[in-house]
Every structure is written in structure tokens, then in C-alpha cells.
């Protein structure tokens, strides 16, 4: 049996246990896939805050192998997919039962432990049952859908307004792509040809390179007015400040996706131009609505490589992962195949 756990950076040990249902609200599940996110490296290379020890891994699906008798909707042998975001319980909003609006959301790997593992009890609450027109690959993309979706509701825009997406692999390309499902038009920024090749494949009509044209691509596709807000995905190597040039006066710049790097913005743009900045980071509470907007086929992930792997060293694998991110890189799925 598998069961990683993170003892603190760069220390992870395969510690089997065995688990059982104990309450009538809990299922068991079966892991199935795994995804490697950018949060599980920077959590296993020390980048970023956790309290040790911690099972790592936060992208997941699994199978329901057994279910408490009060667990309503799952069952034994339903397909889930893990919410990999809770409420904190402990804040204001959550203690006068407005736990949507929690002030502190916690995260799988981090703040709880995550999927890294054989068998995952629960509360049935906490995973989501999955129709069969919703692939297991489609289905370890929903926190990164989720996202795109907060950042549209935040940015309350009307049909055929123009949104610039700095940085094109796989969290930008999928924001991308959820802009333009609610019909917002992206035109979206990146330096890696293969990027902005895989952008124009899942139908992403502007994708342009940060040169010394961007700027006239932009206004071309603007109508000479640049854009309506722009979404800045902080794993680009591109410059923050880059967002901030390509929106007009009194819009809006979305920082998003949990990174490493620390990007510094031009107050002057943000000053001078009016601009109102905003982060997100989490799709607390978005996971119904993107397993609906999925059975509509709302992204296409079928250009992404991917990379399934049955044999596999988790360690080694993370320790890449987080070495890339220092580099400039293509949107690229890698995928642990758990032995059923």
C-alpha cells in the first residue's frame, strides 16, 4: 500500500496504514489518478508554509469502495473527485453558518492532508460525485476551472469584453478557455511558441508572443482601446507589469495561481491608469457548477501532453517539477496512475 506523507521539505516517506469508515457520513475511497500540481512541488522543495507532517497531492479521483448508511447521493463504486478546499470552521463567516464566505480557505497538502495515497476516508461531504460524460482528466482539472471561474464571476464582464491572460501553460490556457466559454474574449500572452500553438489548437483565436509588437497585436484586437482586465498567472516567467500595460484606465488586474516567485507591480500603471487589483487563488465552492460546465464540454484539454505514469518515485518526480518552475515551460499534465 501506498501512503506518502511529507515530513518537512524534500523528506518524503511511503508510511502504509490502514483506515476504516467510523462514522455513517464517511466514505472510503479508492485513489485512482493523481495529478502533480505546482502546489505539491513548492510544498515538497519548502517554498511555501505547511504544518509537518502532511500527505501531500491535492488533484485526485478515486472510486468509493465503502459508504456510511447516511452518505446521500455516493455510494459504493461511484467515481468522485476529491474537493481539494475546505472552510476553516474557525473564522467569523464560518461561526455564524456563512462558511461560502470563510476568510481563511484550506487547502489539501497544506493545511489537511491531501490524496497522495491508496485509500482516502472522508466525509461524503467532501468529494463529488462524477457523471460518466466527465473524464478522469477532465475531472483533475477542475480546481484549475474552478479557478477561471472565480476569476470571471470577480470580474463581472458583459459579452465580447477583452481580457489579456499573461502566461499560456496549462493554468492560463484553461483560464483562457473558460473566458471564452461565457463568451469573453482572451487574448492570451506568452513566450513559448508551444504555448501559444496549443492556445490557437483549443480554439484560443489571439494568443500572442510578449515582443516588441504585443503591444500593436493587442490594440489591433481591441479596436485600438487594450483590454477590459487582464488575468496574470504568477507561474509566467513573464513581468507582472505586463498585465498592468495591457489594460485601459479603471479596469482591473487578476493576480492568480499559487506561486513561488515574488512579482513586483508598477505602481505607477496602477496609480496613474486607476487600476483596482485583486487576487485569486482557490475554487472554494465552484466544484458542481465546473463538473456541469464540463458535461458541456467547456474546455478542451485534448492538446495538453500528458504524462501517465504507473511506476513512479514521488520525490524524484517533485523535485523536477520544481525545478522546471524556474524555467519557462509548456502546458504538460503528469499523471500518477494508482494500482487499482
Not at 22 to 41: E, G
Request: one cysteine or more.
Amino acid at each position: 500500500m501506498e501512503n506518502w506523507i511529507l515530513k518537512g521539505a524534500k523528506t518524503l516517506v511511503n508510511e502504509p496504514r490502514s483506515i476504516n469508515v467510523t462514522s455513517p457520513t464517511q466514505v472510503k475511497v479508492k485513489v485512482s489518478h493523481l495529478m502533480l500540481t505546482d502546489l505539491d512541488a513548492l510544498l515538497y522543495n519548502g517554498l511555501i508554509d505547511a504544518e509537518y507532517p502532511k500527505v501531500p497531492g491535492r488533484a485526485a479521483v478515486g472510486i468509493v469502495t465503502e459508504a456510511g448508511e447516511n452518505c446521500y447521493g455516493v455510494e459504493k463504486g461511484t467515481r468522485v473527485y476529491f474537493n481539494p478546499s475546505r472552510e476553516c470552521g474557525e473564522c467569523l463567516p464560518c461561526k455564524t453558518g456563512k462558511p461560502k464566505n470563510c476568510a481563511r480557505i484550506l487547502s489539501a497538502g497544506r493545511d489537511f492532508d491531501g490524496f497522495m495515497r491508496d485509500f482516502v476516508v472522508c466525509d461524503y461531504t467532501d468529494v463529488a460525485p462524477l457523471p460518466d460524460s466527465v473524464s478522469d482528466f477532465h475531472a483533475l482539472c477542475i480546481e484549475t476551472i474552478g479557478i477561471a471561474e472565480n476569476i470571471y464571476d470577480k470580474l463581472n464582464l458583459s459579452a465580447g469584453q477583452r481580457v489579456a491572460v499573461v502566461g499560456g501553460s496549462f493554468s492560463g490556457n484553461i483560464i483562457a478557455q473558460v473566458l471564452q466559454y461565457h463568451k469573453i474574449v482572451p487574448i492570451l500572452i506568452d513566450n513559448n511558441p508551444t504555448n501559444l500553438a496549443t492556445a490557437k489548437k483549443c480554439g484560443i483565436y489571439y494568443a500572442y508572443a510578449a515582443d516588441d509588437e504585443l503591444t500593436e497585436n493587442v490594440k489591433n484586437a481591441t479596436s485600438g482601446n487594450l483590454c477590459d482586465a487582464a488575468v496574470y498567472c504568477a507561474t509566467t516567467h513573464l513581468p507582472l507589469s505586463l498585465a498592468t500595460r495591457m489594460v485601459a484606465d479603471g479596469k482591473t488586474v487578476v493576480i492568480s495561481i499559487t506561486s513561488a516567485r515574488n512579482s513586483s507591480i508598477d505602481s505607477r500603471d496602477v496609480l496613474e491608469k486607476g487600476l483596482t487589483v485583486i487576487g485569486v487563488s482557490n475554487a472554494y465552492g465552484y466544484t458542481d457548477t465546473v463538473i456541469n460546465m464540463l458535461t458541456h464540454n467547456a474546455v478542451n484539454i485534448d492538446f495538453f501532453e500528458k504524462e501517465i505514469l504507473t511506476e513512479y518515485n514521488p520525490a524524484e518526480l517533485l523535485d523536477e517539477r520544481g525545478a522546471f518552475m524556474n524555467s519557462p515551460r509548456t502546458g504538460k499534465m503528469t499523471v500518477l496512475k494508482m494500482v487499482l
